[in-house]
């Protein structure tokens, strides 16, 4: 069966300073990835996707994350947050239509 | 273009009281999803439709819950009676592909 793994459930840095948040995934077939964004009381934003081609996707907000099938994972970074990134981050792959999600990795940037 | 609109985007009630949610996909969308998400864990899918149809609905506790979609556009979730694990932001997606799913911003609902 599909699943997602989100390592860290939240992660503290500083304005300016690089962040990764991991994702693991499993799947028995061609995977797609996703990783998508939830501000405070809003719905989830999409961020970036991997379906095929280049193993390095680039989002919105400055993101990007390297689909690794040997390690099957799809880390998700920035080389420098901001306060705005403040948010929960969500993993998910998508098994024929339907996106199974992970447990999500609460960001937080401090000033 | 306007978004997943969703509504009420509060609700309280008892247990056991019923409680119904509304959703509005994007213009032309023609799958609606409805997720779960409880406090700290991911959106968890109840139920998929395509048009007025019923795509996938194996996640839904159906002694409780209920879902339409008459007409192809909006729709509806219903809880009767609501539990207390039933706390949870119910998120309404729509996609117009069946790949890149749009999300409203949910109804929060708390059972006392």
């Known amino acids: ?111 | 273009e306007a978004g997943v609109a969703q509504s009420p985007r509060y609700k309280i009630i008892e247990k056991r009281q019923s409680v119904a949610f509304w959703c509005n996909p994007i213009s032309g969308h023609a799958t609606l999803y409805w997720y779960q998400q409880i406090l700290g864990q991911g959106p968890k899918l109840l139920i998929q439709f395509q048009n007025n149809g019923v795509v996938d609905d194996s996640q839904l506790p159906k002694d409780r819950f209920s879902a339409e979609r008459l007409k192809g556009v909006d729709s509806t979730l219903k809880i009767q009676p609501a539990k207390l694990e039933d706390s949870a932001v119910y998120l309404c997606a729509s996609s117009f592909d069946r790949e890149d799913q749009y999300f409203g911003a949910g109804t929060r609902l708390s059972v006392l």
């Open chain 1, 1 to 111: 069966a599909q699943s997602v793994t989100q390592l860290d459930s939240q992660v503290p840095v500083f304005e300016e300073a690089p962040v990764e948040l991991r994702c693991n995934y499993s799947s028995s077939v061609s995977v797609y990835l996703f990783w998508y964004v939830q501000y405070p009381n809003q719905g989830l934003q999409l961020l970036l996707k991997y379906l095929s081609g280049s193993t390095l996707v680039k989002g919105i907000n400055g993101f990007e994350a390297e689909f690794n099938k040997s390690q099957t994972s799809f880390h998700l970074r920035k080389p420098s947050v901001h306060i705005s990134d403040t948010a929960e981050y969500f993993c998910a792959v998508r098994v024929t239509d339907k996106l199974i999600f992970g447990t999500g990795t609460r960001l937080q940037v401090f000033p």
